[in-house]
């Protein structure tokens, strides 16, 4: 069956210190990867999406996210994070059918 | 500007009414999709459509009805047999293929009192 895991529900890091938040999935084919950030009552904006070619994939807002096929992760990465990424931020995978599988998602806090 | 619209952004019912709630788009996408959202737990695929005139069931479409007349509309209707339907709902849509990537409105919170 296809889904997807995200381990940490809760991460909070220091202002300036980088971020790492897991994903692993399963899936048949190889899979359209993507990540997701919303802030609270909105809707989700993406960060990034994975279809195929370089593993290292660059987002919006400094974020950018690696995909391991011999792991099943497409982990999400920021060197630096800024107050402004506190938010919940959701890994999904999907199929050129066009279902997309969602996480459970992480929520990002930031210390000042 | 291209995007998708929910409205209205809050709603409140009483227990027991049907509801529908409104998602149009005017990206020219084929695909358009429905979640819902409850605290810890993602978002959940209610019913999705790739083409007018057809759709099929999401993981938890029990409770829940839709069309597709038009391309660009795809409202979801929240029945009295949904038993919890406080929540909050994210309308998306999408190209098919390889362009496949998914859009999201800004979302309608139900409340059912």
């Known amino acids: 069956a296809q889904s997807v895991t995200q381990p940490d529900i809760h991460i909070t890091v220091s202002e300036g210190a980088s971020l790492e938040l897991r994903c692993n999935y399963s899936?048949?084919?190889?899979?359209?990867l993507f990540w997701y950030v919303q802030s609270p009552g909105q809707g989700l904006q993406l960060l990034l999406k994975?279809?195929?070619?370089?593993?290292l994939v660059q987002g919006i807002k400094g974020f950018e996210a690696e995909f391991k096929r011999s792991q099943s992760s497409f982990n999400l990465r920021k060197p630096s994070v800024h107050w402004s990424d506190a938010a919940e931020y959701f890994c999904?995978?999907?199929?050129?059918?066009?279902?997309?599988?969602f996480g459970q998602g992480t929520e990002l806090s930031v210390k000042p | 500007d291209g995007g998708i619209t929910q409205s209205p952004k809050y709603l409140f019912r009483k227990e027991g009414q049907n509801v529908t709630l409104s998602c149009e788009q005017n990206?020219?996408?084929?695909?358009m999709y429905w979640y819902r959202q409850d605290p810890g737990q993602g978002l959940r695929l209610i019913y999705y459509?790739?083409?007018?005139?057809?759709?099929q069931k999401g993981d938890i479409a029990e409770g829940y009805s839709v069309s597709r007349e038009k391309k660009e509309s795809f409202p979801l209707t929240v029945t009295s047999a949904q038993k919890n339907p406080t929540a909050f709902y994210l309308c998306?849509?999408?190209?098919?293929?390889?362009?496949?990537?998914?859009?999201f409105g800004p979302g309608t919170r139900l409340t059912v009192l």
């Open positions: 899936y048949g084919a190889t899979p359209y």
């Open positions: 998306a849509s999408s190209i098919l293929g390889a362009d496949f990537l998914p859009f």
């Open positions: 459509s790739q083409i007018v005139n057809d759709f």
């Open positions: 994975y279809f195929s070619g370089d593993t």
């Open positions: 990206l020219n996408h084929d695909a």
């Open positions: 999904a995978v999907g199929g050129k059918g066009g279902k997309l599988i």
